[in-house]
């Protein structure tokens, strides 16, 4: 069953003798995060295409799901090197197992400088989503890496979503443009509306009369912490 706020029912916070309404923070996004509103937007169907990973020095990973989708294969994946797009996928690698993990700034473009800083020579695996918001890979590629690339999951629009109340006053964090495309279906962006998003190539994908707010990282905690820093000035 889907969460919904409203206006009315918004929590109040105290500013001298006055009660005021704490706007309600909605994250858009795959997976939830603690004190904020969760909007699932998007649904994530895993690919199992065969993969013989004996061929690979190692595999890119550009989000958690990709790890998510390694969970299907039946081999000991974290014996590989790893390159992840950010420390939050690199963290997660870690938990399942990986060892030897390298990760790049949380943009798609950073992911050649690490192949620099590895002095990789050998083929590698990128197990990516069916669709992609980043041409680093051809960038790689004109630099001579070797990149062979797998889709092992695609996202959709979860209509459920559509159902959900979205207060006129609330603080809206998209973490990919994919969010932002599912969101505005069936949702306007009000000039009401805070917004808040992951990192610049989100950003680039909001309607052009739509201004944001950056986080400091591309980190789902970095974008809440904004947003409740933007929430407590009113």
């Not at 939050?88 to 690698?93: D, E, K, Y």
């Not at 917004?195 to 052009?208: E, K, R, S, Y």
């Not at 591309?218 to 809440?224: L, R």
Request: overall charge negative; hydrophobic content about 40%.
């Amino acid at each position: 069953m889907l969460c919904t706020t409203s206006v009315l029912n918004r929590p109040q916070r105290l500013s001298g003798n006055k009660a005021l309404p704490v706007r309600p923070i909605y994250l858009i996004s795959k997976t939830p995060y603690e004190g904020v509103i969760h909007i699932p937007i998007l649904t994530i169907s895993f690919l199992t295409p065969p993969i013989d990973f004996t061929h690979y020095e190692g595999i890119i990973l550009t989000s958690k799901q990709a790890i998510l989708a390694l969970e299907n294969y039946d081999l000991d994946w974290n014996r590989l090197k790893c390159i992840c797009v950010s420390e939050s996928t690199a963290v997660a690698a870690r938990e399942r197992g990986a060892v030897d993990v390298e990760c790049g700034d949380g943009y798609g473009i950073s992911i050649p400088s690490v192949l620099r800083r590895k002095k990789s020579l050998e083929k590698w695996l990128y197990l990516r989503p069916k669709i992609v918001a980043s041409d680093w890979i051809e960038v790689a590629r004109e630099e001579g890496y070797e990149i062979d690339e797998v889709i092992v999951y695609e996202t959709t629009c979860n209509e459920e979503t559509a159902k959900m109340t979205i207060s006129s006053e609330g603080i809206l964090i998209f973490t990919s443009p994919s969010t932002i495309r599912c969101f505005i279906q069936n949702h306007p962006i009000l000039s009401t509306h805070s917004v808040v998003v992951i990192g610049t190539t989100t950003q680039n994908a909001l309607p052009a009369d739509v201004v944001s707010h950056l986080s400091s990282s591309t980190s789902v905690e970095a974008a809440v912490d904004l947003a409740r820093q933007i929430a407590s000035e009113g």
